[in-house]
């Protein structure tokens, strides 16, 4: 059984840093295309980032370039999202999710899921 789970949110103020990580269980990333998505309240879940495995590729939205980077750990299976000077539009549950196909930003190619993990930047 194919497990995805998140860690690293919290409450944080403008300009502080947060790292999450998200371990995949039941299945190598090697050769996986991983996710990092965000949904506000309100709002329609959103791509932030993805990572390609086996090429290294790394695809951000403009919002975020410059201030996250994702990374991967083979021996760990994990997958990691470094987010520094954070903002409060940037407040929102962060899921990570392994891609099956489609485009990179379209939730329905994604196949698994983790349980997402509270982000919330005060100004």
């Known amino acids: 059984q194919v497990q995805l789970v998140e860690f690293g949110g919290g409450l944080v103020q403008a300009g502080d840093s947060l790292r999450l990580s998200c371990v995949v269980y039941?299945?190598?990333?090697?050769?996986?295309?991983m996710g990092w998505f965000r949904q506000a309240p309100g709002k329609e879940r959103e791509f932030v980032v993805a990572?390609?495995?086996?090429?290294?590729?790394?695809y951000y939205i403009t919002s975020v370039k410059g201030r996250f980077t994702i990374s991967r750990d083979g021996a760990k299976n994990t997958v990691e999202l470094q987010m520094n000077n954070l903002k409060p539009e940037d407040t929102a549950v962060y899921y990570c999710?392994?891609?099956?196909?489609?485009?990179?930003?379209?939730?329905?190619?994604?196949?698994?899921w983790g349980q997402g993990t509270q982000v919330t930047v005060s100004s």
């Open positions: 990572i390609d495995w086996s090429s290294g590729n790394t």
């Open positions: 039941g299945r190598t990333i090697r050769n996986l295309v």
């Open positions: 999710a392994t891609r099956d196909w489609g485009a990179l930003s379209d939730t329905r190619g994604y196949d698994y």
